[in-house]
């Protein structure tokens, strides 16, 4: 059984710092494509960051770029988020998710990932 455990997030002032992790069991994600979307109240979920687990390869949203790193540790099967400079605006429930990197040709498409994290609420005060 495939599982995806969410750790981090919470409140934090903006401008402050936060580091999300997603823990992935069940199978080995060599050839899977981790990604991060966040979902605001009222808004639709979006394309935060990627990583294709093989070759190493990230994908930023325009919104984070240059803030978020999307990074990965092999030997914890664990993909991490780390987030700085927050703003108001980064407010949502952050969720991550796993998929088969032959089907994620568009990583920023959430309905080609197959597995999710339970998602967790990052809140920025301003």
């Known amino acids: 059984q495939v599982q995806l455990v969410q750790s981090g997030g919470g409140l934090v002032q903006a401008g402050g710092s936060l580091r999300l992790s997603c823990a992935a069991s069940g199978r080995t994600f060599s050839n899977y494509v981790m990604g991060w979307f966040r979902q605001a109240p009222g808004k639709e979920r979006e394309f935060v960051a990627a990583n294709r687990w093989s070759g190493g390869s990230t994908f930023y949203a325009d919104s984070v770029k240059g803030r978020f790193t999307i990074s990965r540790d092999n030997a914890k099967n664990t993909v991490y988020l780390q987030m700085i400079s927050l703003k108001a605006e980064d407010t949502a429930v952050y969720s991550c998710?796993?998929?088969?990197?032959?089907?994620?040709?568009?990583?920023?498409?959430?309905?080609?990932?197959?597995?999710w994290g339970q998602g967790t609420q990052v809140t920025v005060s301003s």
């Open positions: 998710a796993a998929g088969w990197s032959a089907k994620v040709v568009r990583t920023t498409d959430p309905n080609l990932y197959d597995y």
